[in-house]
C-alpha cells in the first residue's frame, strides 16, 4: 500500500522488511546492511533508490524495514490504464525540482499518469483579498501526482478525497489549483484530469465533516468555497489578475473521503552516530504550502551526496563529519520553511479583525508585486 507508487521501480537488489518483528531480531539471524532505512515511505523508498543508483554508493547492501504489509501484487505501471484507473484519494503536489530528482532517479517517466498545475489562485473568507500565481509561458507551477500511505500525528486532521467536478465543457480550470483560507481550516483542490479534482481540507471539525452524508458534505465544501468573505468591503483586492471562483464540487467519489491526522514536527538533529533521519522523521509540515515530501526528495539528495563523498574518499559511510555536513545543509533550508509555513498557519487560523486586515493586505499586496511572487514560486520550486 505505502510503496504502490515506487516497488515496481526499485532495483532488484533492495531488501523491504515488512512488519519486521525488530532489527536486532533481523541482525541475530543473520539479515546485514551497509545502510539501514527505518520505513519504506516515498521519501524512504526513494533514498533507497537514489543510493541504489549512485555509481560510488551502489555496491552498498540497503535494506529497507517497513512496518506495514506488503502491498498485494499490483499490474506493472506501464500496464496501469491512465483513464479508467480510480483515482487514488492520496495526491502530493511536487514542484519542478522534486520531478527533475524522481526523473534522475528513473521514477517520474514510470508514473502512469499526472496533471500539472499552471495557475493557483489563494483567497480567504475573512475578507474579499486573493493573490493568483501564474506559471506563464515558462512552465508549470508544481505537478499532482497520487500516493496512498500512511500519515501520523495529531492534533488537526485533513480530510482528503477525490471530487467531481460541475465544470461541463469548460476546461480553463483543468491545470488551475485552488487554495482557500477559511474557518475551520484551509481547503485546497488539486486538478486531475477534466473535472476530478483532489481535496485535502485541513480543519479540527474533520470528526463532524467525516460523520456528514457525502451529500451533506458536498455542500459543506461547496458553502465553504464559496461564502462572501466576512469582511467584504476589506480593502484590498488582489492586483495583477482576475479572481474566479472554482467550479462547483458536484459529487464525492464513493469511499474516497478519508481523514488523516496531521502534526508539526521538527527534530533539533538529522543525525547521531550511524543514524540518520530523513523525510517526515525529521520534519512534518502543514500541507496546505504542499511541500512537506518536496523536502524530504531535498533530504534524500543531500544525503545521497553526503554518502556518495564517504564513498570516493574510501572513508565510513555513516561518518559523523560528513553526516553533520548533511544535518546543517537540510536544517538550512528546511528549518526557515517550517517556520514560515507554521507562522503563515497559525496567521489563518486567527479571526481577530486587525490581523485578518493585516494578512488580506499582505495578500493583496503580494498578488501585485510581480517580482515578489515570482520570489515565492521559485522558493516553492527548489526545496
Ligand atoms: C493530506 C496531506 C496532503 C499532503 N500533500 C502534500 C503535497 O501536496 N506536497 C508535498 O510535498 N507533501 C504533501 N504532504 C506531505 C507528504 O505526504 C509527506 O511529507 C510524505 O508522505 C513523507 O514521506 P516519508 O516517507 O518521510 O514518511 P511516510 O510517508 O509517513 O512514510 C513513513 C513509512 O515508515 C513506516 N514506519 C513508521 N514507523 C516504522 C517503524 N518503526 N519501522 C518500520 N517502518 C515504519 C510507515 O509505515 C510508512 O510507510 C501531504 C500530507 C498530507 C497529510
Given at each position: 500500500?505505502?510503496?504502490a ?7 532488484i537488489?533492495?531488501?523491504v ?14 539479515c546485514?546492511?551497509d545502510v539501514i532505512?527505518?520505513?519504506g515511505g516515498?521519501v524512504?523508498m526513494?533514498?533507497a533508490?537514489?543510493?541504489?543508483r549512485?555509481p560510488w554508493i551502489?555496491?552498498?547492501k540497503?535494506?529497507i524495514?517497513?512496518?506495514?504489509p506488503a502491498?498485494?501484487?499490483s499490474p506493472?505501471l506501464?500496464?496501469?490504464d ?12 511536487l514542484?519542478p ?6 526523473e534522475s532517479?528513473?521514477?517520474?517517466s514510470?508514473?502512469?499518469r499526472w496533471q500539472?498545475v ?10 474579499a483579498a486573493f493573490?493568483n500565481f501564474?506559471a ?11 500516493t496512498?500511505?500512511l500519515l ?6 485533513a480530510?482528503v478525497?477525490?471530487l467531481?467536478?460541475?465544470c461541463?465543457?469548460d ?13 475551520p481550516g ?5 486538478p ?7 481535496l485535502?481540507?485541513?480543519?479540527r ?11 451533506e458534505?458536498v455542500e459543506?465544501?461547496?458553502k ?13 483586492r ?6 474566479r471562483l472554482p467550479?462547483?464540487?458536484s459529487?464525492?467519489?464513493?469511499g474516497?473521503?478519508?481523514?488523516y ?6 527534530a533539533c538533529s538529522?543525525?547521531r552516530?550511524r ?7 525529521a520534519?512534518?509540515?502543514?500541507p496546505?504550502?504542499?511541500?512537506g515530501?518536496?523536502?524530504g ?14 564513498a570516493?574518499l574510501?572513508?565510513e559511510?555513516g561518518?559523523?563529519?560528513e553526516?553533520?555536513e548533511?544535518?546543517?545543509?537540510r ?5 526557515p ?5 507554521d507562522s ?5 487560523s486567527t ?5 485578518v486586515?493585516l494578512r ?9 508585486a510581480?517580482?515578489l511572487?515570482?520570489l ?7 526545496t
Amino acid at each position: 500500500k505505502t510503496c504502490a507508487m515506487l516497488v515496481p521501480l526499485l532495483p532488484i537488489r533492495f531488501r523491504v522488511a515488512s512488519q519486521c518483528p525488530s532489527f536486532r531480531q533481523m541482525s541475530s539471524s543473520g539479515c546485514d546492511a551497509d545502510v539501514i532505512i527505518s520505513g519504506g515511505g516515498l521519501v524512504g523508498m526513494a533514498l533507497a533508490c537514489a543510493m541504489g543508483r549512485n555509481p560510488w554508493i551502489s555496491d552498498k547492501k540497503i535494506l529497507i524495514l517497513e512496518r506495514s504489509p506488503a502491498p498485494a501484487p499490483s499490474p506493472p505501471l506501464a500496464e496501469v490504464d491512465p483513464v479508467s484507473t480510480p483515482y487514488s484519494n492520496r495526491v502530493v503536489a511536487l514542484n519542478p525540482g522534486t520531478e527533475k530528482f524522481l526523473e534522475s532517479i528513473n521514477v517520474w517517466s514510470k508514473l502512469p499518469r499526472w496533471q500539472a498545475v499552471h495557475r493557483m489562485q489563494v483567497w480567504e473568507t475573512g475578507s474579499a483579498a486573493f493573490i493568483n500565481f501564474d506559471a506563464g509561458s515558462s512552465d508549470k507551477i508544481t505537478t499532482v501526482v497520487e500516493t496512498n500511505w500512511l500519515l501520523r500525528g495529531m492534533l488537526e486532521k485533513a480530510i482528503v478525497g477525490t471530487l467531481e467536478m460541475d465544470c461541463g465543457e469548460d476546461d480553463r480550470d483543468d491545470h488551475v489549483a485552488w487554495q482557500r483560507f477559511q474557518d475551520p481550516g484551509p481547503i485546497a483542490l488539486l486538478p486531475l484530469r477534466h473535472g476530478l479534482s483532489s481535496l485535502v481540507w485541513s480543519t479540527r471539525d474533520a470528526d463532524r465533516l467525516m460523520a456528514l452524508t457525502e451529500e451533506e458534505f458536498v455542500e459543506e465544501l461547496n458553502k465553504a468555497l464559496t461564502r462572501s468573505p466576512q469582511w467584504e468591503n476589506c480593502p484590498p483586492r488582489g492586483g495583477s489578475s482576475a479572481f474566479r471562483l472554482p467550479p462547483t464540487v458536484s459529487k464525492v467519489v464513493s469511499g474516497s473521503r478519508a481523514a488523516y491526522p496531521l502534526a508539526l514536527t521538527m527534530a533539533c538533529s538529522y543525525v547521531r552516530p550511524r543514524v540518520v533521519l530523513v523525510g517526515d522523521a525529521a520534519h512534518q509540515v502543514h500541507p496546505m504550502a504542499g511541500l512537506g515530501v518536496n523536502l524530504g526528495f531535498g533530504d534524500v539528495q543531500a544525503l545521497t551526496r553526503a554518502v556518495e563523498r564517504s564513498a570516493r574518499l574510501g572513508k565510513e559511510i555513516g561518518g559523523r563529519n560528513e553526516l553533520m555536513e548533511y544535518n546543517s545543509r537540510r536544517q538550512r533550508v528546511n528549518v526557515p520553511i517550517m517556520t514560515a509555513i507554521d507562522s503563515l498557519h497559525r496567521l489563518y487560523s486567527t479571526t481577530l479583525a486587525p490581523l485578518v486586515l493585516l494578512r488580506s493586505l499582505g495578500l493583496g499586496a503580494t498578488d501585485a508585486a510581480g517580482p515578489l511572487k515570482r520570489l515565492i514560486m521559485l522558493q516553492a520550486s527548489t526545496t
